[in-house]
């Protein structure tokens, strides 16, 4: 089993999954809590993702990664992604897009170029899924003590 490293506070990470599909999020949980000490929260649209990640840190704490499913209902993916990186507070969060295989290129080259700090396809159970998080959660500033400013 591979573990990731927990933030220098030693509490797990904050992940927010941003996913329709009740399955992926089944599995996606699954894998993530396998390979990180972490707590995985759900937004089940575009919407909702955007709704939690506006709440300010008294209210509850800013995740310290993301996972984004790009077809979502009430806001896809992309603008999602796009309205995190707009956001200063959210300007070091990792950010892996999760999507269905077969994407095009130009889809994947417009996720890096708003700003995803990974490609990866669903499901979210392979070893590149796990190496992906992994760096990224090592690389993870927990909120509490990066504040908002860079």
Excluded at 38 to 58: F, H, M, N
């Amino acid at each position: 089993m591979l573990r990731g490293p927990s933030p220098p506070d030693g509490r797990p990470l904050t992940i927010l999954l941003v996913e329709d599909n009740l399955d992926h999020v089944v599995i996606t949980r699954q894998a993530v809590a396998s390979i990180l000490p972490c707590e995985v929260e759900v937004a089940g649209d575009g919407g909702k993702a955007v709704e939690r990640l506006a709440l300010s840190p008294e209210m509850r704490p800013r995740p310290d990664l993301v996972l984004l499913d790009l077809h979502l209902p009430v806001m896809n993916g992309i603008d999602v992604l796009r309205w995190i990186r707009r956001d200063p507070a959210y300007h070091g969060t990792p950010v892996i897009v999760l999507t269905a295989a077969g994407e095009d290129e130009k889809l994947i080259l417009d996720c890096y170029t708003s700003g995803a700090s990974s490609f990866l396809s669903k499901p979210a159970t392979d070893r590149r899924f796990a190496e992906a998080l992994q760096v990224l959660a090592s690389n993870a500033r927990p909120h509490s003590e990066a504040g908002t400013s860079l």
